[in-house]
């Protein structure tokens, strides 16, 4: 799924999630003892419209980088086409609206701030960063996409393109780095009893 996905793509997606939050939920229920709690921390959309949010930022960023190999001639665009990434980044509301139609715990609280996913970016806007910090930022950004996405990416292009893959992410990176466009990871935390 991306931003340019058409609405029934979202719809499913969204579905899914909320069937699978809702089992989940249940499934937690019947682990926790009486007057336990249970805390989760999950990737998130700061707003409903799933369209206008910069949630899907990395994984475009990902996707430009496959279609560089297909301008390359390193990867097959029926290889690309078929490729999915199986995520879905809910909004607050959707996830007080399982919460709440679910019924096994109480929300404590729920709040949704913003993360940077790299630890050695600590000016949080990059107005500061040298060609030389916004290089080290855009390699550990690959990186650390790398470690999430690299077993999907091996499991369907194989371990061939890898590390091409990922030094074309960097170079993403690194452009969004300079001309100061990388967005920060809304991250929903939760409290339930």
Same mark, same amino acid.
């Given at each position: 799924?991306?931003?340019?996905?058409? #609405?029934?793509v979202y719809?499913a997606y969204?579905?899914q &999630?909320?069937n699978?939050?809702?089992?989940f939920l249940?499934m937690?229920?019947?682990e926790?003892?009486h @007057? @336990?709690?249970?805390?989760?921390t999950f990737l998130?959309?700061?707003?409903?419209? #799933?369209?206008i949010?910069?949630?899907?930022?990395?994984?475009e960023?990902? @996707?430009?980088? *496959?279609?560089?190999?297909?301008?390359? @001639?390193?990867?097959?665009?029926?290889?690309?086409?078929?490729? +999915?990434? #199986?995520? /879905?980044?809910p909004c607050e509301?959707e996830?007080? +609206?399982?919460i709440?139609y679910?019924?096994? &715990?109480?929300?404590? +609280?729920m709040?949704?701030?913003?993360?940077n996913?790299d630890p050695?970016?600590?000016? =949080?806007?990059?107005? +500061?960063?040298?060609?030389e910090l916004?290089?080290?930022?855009?390699?550990?950004?690959?990186k650390?996409?790398?470690s999430?996405y690299? #077993?999907?990416?091996?499991?369907?292009?194989g371990?061939?393109?890898?590390d091409?893959l990922f030094?074309k *992410?960097?170079?993403? =990176?690194? =452009?969004? /780095?300079?001309?100061?466009?990388?967005?920060?990871?809304p991250?929903?935390?939760i409290f339930l =009893?």
């Open positions: 799924m991306a931003r340019a996905s058409p #609405p029934n719809q969204r579905n &999630f909320h699978d939050f809702t089992r249940q937690r229920s019947e926790v003892v @007057g @336990g709690s249970m805390i989760l998130a959309r700061e707003v409903a419209d #799933p369209t949010d910069d949630c899907w930022a990395h994984l960023l990902l @996707g430009q980088s *496959l279609v560089d190999m297909i301008k390359e @001639g390193l990867v097959r665009e029926s290889d690309i086409n078929s490729f +999915n990434v #199986p995520l /879905y980044f509301e996830v007080r +609206n399982i709440e679910e019924r096994s &715990f109480s929300l404590e +609280n709040n949704v701030f913003k993360i996913w050695q970016d600590t000016d =949080y806007i990059n107005t +500061n960063d040298s060609d916004s290089q080290i930022h855009a390699k550990n950004m690959s650390l996409v790398k999430v690299e #077993p999907l990416l091996i499991f369907h292009f371990n061939s393109i890898i091409m030094k *992410l960097e170079k993403h =990176y690194l =452009y969004m /780095y300079c001309c100061q466009c990388i967005q920060h990871e991250l929903c935390f =009893y």
